[in-house]
C-alpha cells in the first residue's frame, strides 16, 4: 500500500517535506520515516504495555500514530517547528476519532527535544539524528 493510503488508514497527513528554510543548518528537515520501514523495525524490536514512549522531532507525528495504533502505549511527539506542530495536532483530531478504542495517551507538545526533560515513567525513545 502507498504511503498515501496508509495515512489514510490512519486518518492523518504526513507525506511532504518541509524544509527549515533560512539557511538552517542545526535542525534536520521534515520528512516522515517510510511506513515499510517502521514495519521492519518492529518486526523484531518490540514494545510492550508498560513502555511509554518519546518521538524526538515528532513532524506530522506518522511515528506516533503508528506505534499508538500499533502497541497502545502512550506516546509524546516533541515537535520544534510551528507549521508542522499544527499539522500533527490536526492529525491527532482526526485519528483520535478513528482509534477511540485505545486507552493510551498520545499526545503532542511544542519545543526543541533538547529541552524536553524526560519523564520518569518514558522509556523508549525514537529519533532521527537531527544532523
Ligand atoms: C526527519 S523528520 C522525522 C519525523 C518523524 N519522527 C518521522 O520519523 O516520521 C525530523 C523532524 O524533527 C524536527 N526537528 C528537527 N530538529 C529538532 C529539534 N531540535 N527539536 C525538535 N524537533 C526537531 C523537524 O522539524 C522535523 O519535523
New binding site residues.
Given amino acids: 500500500m502507498g504511503e498515501r493510503k496508509l495515512d489514510k488508514s490512519f486518518s492523518i497527513k ?1 507525506v511532504g517535506i ?1 524544509e ?1 528554510g533560512d539557511g538552517e543548518v ?8 517510510p511506513y515499510a520501514a517502521l514495519d521492519k523495525l518492529f518486526e523484531r524490536y518490540r514494545l510492550d504495555k508498560s513502555d511509554s514512549v518519546v ?9 506516533a500514530f503508528y506505534i499508538h495504533n500499533r502497541f497502545h502505549v502512550p506516546v509524546t ?5 510551528d507549521i ?1 506542530y499544527e499539522e500533527a495536532l490536526k492529525n491527532i483530531e482526526t485519528y483520535k476519532l478513528r482509534a477511540k478504542h485505545i486507552k493510551a495517551p498520545i499526545r503532542f507538545k511544542f ?4 529541552h524536553y526533560e524526560i519523564k520518569p515513567e518514558e522509556n523508549r525513545f ?3 539524528p ?1 544532523l
Fill in positions: 504526513t518541509r527549515w542545526h535542525y534536520n528537515r521534515y520528512e516522515a520515516t518521538d524526538f522531532g515528532c513532524g506530522r507525528g506518522r511515528v511527539g516533541i515537535e520544534a517547528n508542522t519545543g526543541l527535544a533538547e525514537f529519533l532521527i537531527f
